[in-house]
């Protein structure tokens, strides 16, 4: 007969559970902390442990870290009333089958057949196996406690301790390479580079020469030896943003990479050994380019070993006020502002608008009004939107400016407003730096002494 253990300071809950449990067959072992809990472990070596997470003196994650180091085959599944993605990847991270809400009991129910199941099948895996064979600072992290954000982060947890190729897909906005360096930064390639391409951003003779690097003379103007980016990457990350629009025939010599695991310099002939994780992301469904003949199939396997498709913003815009709180910490740490009072006509506006521009939006949006506020409120007028009409003088026939004209008005006012701040100024227009600098050529804008 398998044999349950729950461990849960709450003795209710605990016997509210058992009960819950009683049909399924099972012996029901109870302990009301993590070090009874352990004994009792040591012991009885049940099949699966089921664990709250918030108890005094041991916690769920210290009682699941020795649970591994006991017997690492019997399965955990982890309990808590206040899921949040540092715990939920830490607990994955250890090894627990999965993460889940204390209240969803038919949901548990599910999980512990499930995890029962897997543990059974695990076994007969490894008798077949045998015989055959011998902080990324999480200050800067998601944000999010939809049913969609916690399986990323659940995945988070799983991919993070494994070199696996990843595939990260989502609009664009909506945190790929945010995610990318959670994965990187809270597993075993933490202490290694993280090096991001965008593969957009230059040509294919070029994009090669990034990627694999060039031998002196390989082509004009390659005056000396140069290492590409998997090669600076070392045991790290590389990032592949935007994957999706590299050429047919860079598309086939990065295959050759993920197949050979090495790599030529252009212009070299010694192999180089490719050691990074690769991580890919595309705001395109590369599903579909591959139907279309866009996207080589073969190239699109190798890519998504494991897969993590971001929602866009519009569809868990529960999380929208949680996401708030969290950028409006981050900006007025960084602006030396203390804007924190938000009106409810405010947040009713944040949470009804469609947010194209997926949670990036929203940061500028919260961005920009904190620079524009006048105290620590954050007004309706300064909540500027893409719908709205961004020329404030009420007195200017708008009707009859050329687009030129509006974008000229706006990027004044920004600049005004944080006087002449460049850098602030260009995270609010989402511009580039350099961008914002030939504008203000462009346009003959002044500072006003």
């Not at 190729?165 to 990187?184: D, F, M, N, P, R």
């Not at 593969?199 to 003379?217: Q, R």
Request: charged content about 30%; some cysteine.
């Amino acid at each position: 007969m398998e044999s349950i253990l729950i461990i849960d300071d709450d003795e209710s809950f605990g016997e509210t559970l058992e009960i819950f449990l009683t049909d399924m067959g099972c012996r029901i072992l109870r302990a009301n902390s993590g070090k009874v809990g352990l004994d009792i472990i040591e012991k009885e070596h049940p099949d699966l442990v089921i664990t709250d997470y918030k108890m005094p003196n041991l916690n769920g994650l210290q009682v699941l870290k020795r649970i591994k180091e006991i017997d690492v085959k019997i399965q955990v599944i982890m309990l808590t009333a206040f899921e949040d993605m540092d715990s939920t990847i830490k607990a994955m991270q250890l090894g627990a089958y999965d993460y889940v809400e204390k209240l969803e009991l038919e949901r548990i129910k599910a999980i512990t057949k499930r995890a029962l199941e897997s543990k059974k099948l695990s076994e007969r895996l490894v008798i077949a196996i045998s015989e055959d064979s011998s902080d990324y600072q999480l200050e800067n992290s998601l944000v999010g406690s939809t049913k969609a954000m916690k399986e990323i982060y659940k995945k988070i947890g799983k991919i993070s301790s494994t070199k696996v190729s990843v595939l990260v897909q989502g609009e664009s906005g909506t945190g790929k390479e945010l995610i990318t360096k959670i994965i990187h930064y809270t597993g075993i390639t933490q202490d290694q580079p993280f090096i991001a391409v965008n593969c957009t951003a230059l040509s294919e003779s070029l994009l090669e020469s990034e990627l694999f690097g060039h031998v002196k003379g390989a082509f004009t103007g390659a005056i000396r030896d140069k290492k590409g980016k998997f090669e600076l990457a070392e045991e790290g990350t590389i990032f592949l943003d935007e994957i999706s629009e590299i050429s047919p025939n860079l598309q086939v010599k990065l295959l050759r990479v993920l197949q050979e695991r090495e790599f030529e310099r252009v212009g070299g002939e010694i192999s180089i050994p490719m050691k990074a994780r690769v991580v890919s992301a595309s705001n395109k469904n590369l599903s579909e380019l591959v139907k279309m003949g866009k996207f080589r199939e073969d190239l699109f396997y190798r890519l998504k070993v494991f897969t993590i498709e971001i929602p866009p913003l519009r569809e868990r815009k529960e999380d929208i006020p949680k996401l708030v709180v969290h950028f409006l910490k981050k900006i007025n740490k960084e602006l030396h502002k203390n804007v924190w009072k938000i009106p409810y006509e405010v947040m009713e506006i944040l949470q009804t608008h469609d947010w194209v521009g997926n949670v990036r939006e929203l940061e500028n949006t919260l961005l920009q009004a904190v620079v524009l506020a006048k105290g620590d409120v954050m007004e309706k007028e300064y909540i500027l939107l893409k719908h709205d009409e961004f020329v404030q003088n009420e007195t200017v026939n708008k009707a009859n400016l050329s687009l030129a004209d509006i974008e000229k008005t706006h990027i004044m006012l920004v600049l005004e407003e944080v006087n002449w701040d460049k850098q602030v100024a260009s995270k609010i227009l989402g511009i580039a730096k350099t961008t914002l600098y030939n504008k203000i050529e462009a346009y003959g804008l002044i500072e006003k002494k």
